[in-house]
C-alpha cells in the first residue's frame, strides 16, 4: 500500500467541509423558522378572524328573529317600566363601541294562551306541552301582532306559567285575551367591554344596564358598530347605504350627528372589529385600528393585528326589508 493511498483529510479540507455543512444547515433551518412563523401567524390571523365572525353570525340570527309577533315593533316589559326600546334600539356612539338591544325569538317554542294576560296577571295558562317546555327564567313575549309584552317566568306548572308582573303600562288598553300569540323570547343588550384587559363582545340576556350579569360572548373584540335602515317616509324601500362618508340617506347610525327618527326599521348593519388578544413580538409591522362607520380609526399604531367583518340584516318582522 503506498503512501499516497493512506492519506486522510488535511485539516483545511475538513475546515471547509464544515463550514460547507454549516452553510447548507443553516439554508435548510431559516427555511424551517421561516414556515414555522408563517404557520404560526396564520394561525393568530384565522383566529383573528373567527373571533369576529362567529359573534357575528349570532347577532345577525338575533336580529332576523328580532321582534315575534309584534309587527309595529311595540314591544314592553311587564318587570321594566323603563325599558321603552321595542324590538331593536341602539346607543350610538362615535368615539366607542354602540351598544344593541334586541328583543327576539328563542328556541322555537310558539303558543297561545288559555287564559286573558292583563296588567294585573300574575300567570298565563297555555297547553299543557307548552307549558312544561319553559324554565324559570325565561321570557316569554305575548302579543296581539300590534303591541307585544315580556314577562320573566318565576314558576312552571303542568298547564301554566307564572310571570312577574309589575309594570301596567306594558300592556294594551284591555290587556291581551285568550287566544293570543305567546313565544319564548330573548331580551339581550350586546355591548363591548373588557375581560381581564382583553377587549370582549358581551351579552346581558336580561337586557341589564349594569356592569354585572353579562355572558362573554367573543373575546378580542374591540369594537361594535351599528346603523339602522329606517324606511322613513313609508315608500316600501331603504334609501343608500351604510357609508360613513354618505349623507341624506335612510341610514342612521352610520354617520356622525345621526338621529333616529319615525320609520320602520327595516334592515341593520352591524360592523365588528377584532383584535389578537396578544400584541405581536419579534415584527416591526405596525397596525391602526380603522374607522368603522361613524367611530372614527386611530392614528396611534400599535401591534395588534386587526380583522373587520360587517353584515347587513332584512328583518323579517318589522314591515317587510329594503
Known amino acids: 500500500m503506498t503512501e499516497k493511498s493512506q492519506r486522510g483529510f488535511t485539516l483545511v479540507e475538513l475546515m471547509v467541509s464544515l463550514v460547507i455543512f454549516s452553510f447548507a444547515i443553516a439554508g435548510v433551518l431559516s427555511v424551517a423558522v421561516a414556515m414555522t412563523r408563517a404557520y404560526r401567524e396564520q394561525r393568530r390571523v384565522i383566529a383573528t378572524e373567527n373571533a369576529v365572525r362567529a359573534p357575528l353570525d349570532f347577532i345577525a340570527d338575533a336580529i332576523r328573529q328580532a321582534s315575534p309577533g309584534a309587527t309595529t315593533a311595540t314591544i314592553k316589559d311587564a318587570s321594566d317600566c323603563t325599558f321603552t326600546g321595542g ?74 306559567v307564572d310571570v312577574s308582573n309589575t309594570c301596567a303600562t306594558a ?38 344596564t349594569g356592569p354585572t350579569g353579562f355572558e362573554p360572548l367573543a373575546e ?29 340617506d335612510e341610514w342612521v347610525g352610520d354617520d356622525v350627528g345621526d338621529t333616529l327618527g319615525a320609520g320602520s326599521i327595516r334592515a341593520v348593519n352591524v360592523v365588528l372589529v377584532s383584535r389578537d388578544t396578544a400584541p ?3 415584527t416591526a409591522n405596525f397596525y391602526e385600528p380603522a374607522q368603522a362607520l ?27 326589508s329594503p
Do not use: K
Open 87 to 160: 324590538a331593536i334600539s341602539f346607543v350610538d356612539h362615535t368615539d366607542q363601541p354602540d351598544e344593541l338591544t334586541v328583543v327576539y325569538a328563542s328556541g322555537g317554542i310558539v303558543s297561545t294562551t288559555h287564559s286573558a294576560f292583563l296588567s294585573t296577571s300574575t300567570s298565563v295558562s297555555l297547553p299543557a306541552a307548552h307549558a312544561l317546555q319553559f324554565a324559570i327564567g325565561d321570557y316569554i313575549l305575548v302579543t296581539d301582532t300590534t303591541q307585544g309584552t315580556l314577562a320573566r317566568v318565576t314558576a312552571v306548572g303542568t298547564t301554566s
Open 171 to 208: 300592556f294594551p288598553g284591555g290587556g291581551y285575551p285568550a287566544g293570543s300569540i305567546l313565544v319564548r323570547a330573548q331580551r339581550a343588550r350586546f355591548t363591548v367591554g373588557p375581560v381581564d384587559g382583553i377587549p370582549t363582545l358581551l351579552m346581558y340576556p336580561n337586557g341589564a
Open 220 to 248: 378580542g373584540i374591540e369594537d361594535m358598530q351599528i346603523a339602522l335602515g329606517v324606511d322613513a317616509n313609508s315608500d316600501g324601500i331603504v334609501t343608500g347605504s351604510p357609508d360613513p362618508n354618505s349623507s341624506g
Open 280 to 282: 405581536l413580538t419579534g
Open 294 to 320: 361613524n367611530h372614527d380609526g386611530s392614528s396611534v399604531p400599535d401591534y395588534y393585528r386587526r380583522r373587520m367583518l360587517n353584515t347587513t340584516i332584512e328583518i323579517r318582522n318589522l314591515s317587510g
